[in-house]
């Protein structure tokens, strides 16, 4: 089992950045698929990116690609996730989130933190 907590929310300005991370406890942090998932007010949690065990592999969201960046560095059992060129529609709580399984996309995750809020102001 892994315990996922995020850090790094907060709010910023339209067109700013913000750099997330997400630690894990546990000691197979590099057996995981991570990835980040976002809700907004009123709206379905939605996929946003992830990564695969050894990092070599990302993949994004439509809505982000360009702009945001995943991350990982298993020897700090760390997460990242760096959003450029923020918009107000990416004003959501972020979720990190581990998987056991195959496949780096939306599915299957097994593993979730209580989130972080990130508010981008227009």
């Known amino acids: 089992q892994v315990q996922l907590v995020e850090s790094g929310g907060g709010l910023v300005q339209a067109g700013g950045s913000l750099r997330l991370s997400c630690a894990a406890s546990?000691?197979?942090?590099?057996?995981?698929?991570m990835g980040w998932f976002r809700q907004a007010p009123g709206k379905e949690r939605e996929f946003v990116a992830a990564i695969s065990r050894s990092g070599g592999i990302t993949v994004y969201a439509d809505s982000v690609k360009g702009r945001f960046t995943i991350s990982k560095d298993n020897g700090k059992n760390t997460v990242f996730l760096q959003m450029n060129s923020l918009k107000p529609e990416d004003t959501a709580v972020y979720y990190c989130?581990?998987?056991?399984?195959?496949?780096?996309?939306?599915?299957?995750?097994?593993?979730w933190g209580q989130g972080t809020q990130v508010t981008i102001s227009s």
């Open positions: 989130a581990a998987k056991n399984g195959v496949g780096v996309n939306r599915r299957g995750y097994d593993y």
């Open positions: 546990g000691r197979t942090f590099s057996t995981y698929i």
